[in-house]
């Protein structure tokens, strides 16, 4: 757990947005959980390259400029990958599957020191999306908001209002700013407690 709260691009309560390049030699969507490289932070279930680049500021270029042309499992774990790595290099330590109070699943969570909250929701094509409408719930349970989606998705069918990213295997980038909404302070600080109980038994099941 020695980097669980790492904040190493924050200041105050703004972290500094990355735009990431993570392209690992060999690296491949089925590494998300395995077995070539250490974790971006221990429990987390998310795999960083060594090769791992970072420019500050917001690039409107794809991450790579490659669709996901794969099953929706596997869209979903390199979508899920390259948003873990652009949290880690924000700063924030991440949690995929973070279970929230309500039952339900946030797709990526990710925490600073200060305890806030960011939450990406993945979308591997636009029929998920169609299908899967319970997005709006995780609202009140993060300080920010985003769709991840990859190159191809139809930015057009994403609520506005709302932060995305587009993200393959290798990388994510922010291309539209999440809202910025405070978490009430009791509910920060159950749902702090709730990440770190979950990162700490994830990481114990994981090294025992």
């Not at 932060?163 to 910025?180: K, M």
Request: proline fraction near 6%; aromatic fraction near 8%.
């Amino acid at each position: 757990m020695q980097n669980i709260f790492d904040n190493r691009h924050s200041s105050g309560n703004t972290e500094q947005v990355q735009s990431i390049d993570h392209k690992a030699q060999g690296s491949d969507i089925n590494s998300l959980y395995g077995l070539n490289s250490q974790p971006a932070y221990p429990g987390s279930g998310l795999e960083r390259s060594t090769n791992l680049t970072a420019a500050p500021g917001v690039n409107t270029k794809p991450a790579t400029g490659v669709a996901l042309k794969t099953s929706r499992p596997a869209a979903t774990r390199a979508l899920t990958q390259g948003v873990g790595a652009l949290f880690a290099d924000m700063g924030l330590a991440v949690l995929p599957e973070f279970r929230l109070p309500n039952g339900r699943r946030a797709d990526v969570a990710g925490l600073n020191a200060k305890g806030r909250l960011v939450l990406a929701e993945i979308k591997s094509c636009q029929a998920d999306f169609d299908t899967d409408q319970k997005w709006p719930i995780y609202l009140d349970y993060c300080d920010a908001f985003y769709f991840a989606v990859d190159q191809a998705f139809p930015r057009g069918r994403l609520p506005v209002e709302e932060g995305l990213i587009i993200a393959d295997t290798f990388g994510a980038e922010i291309v539209r700013h999440a809202r910025e909404k405070k978490l009430p302070a009791p509910r920060r600080k159950a749902l702090t407690l709730r990440f770190a109980r979950q990162a700490a038994l994830r990481a114990n099941f994981l090294t025992a």
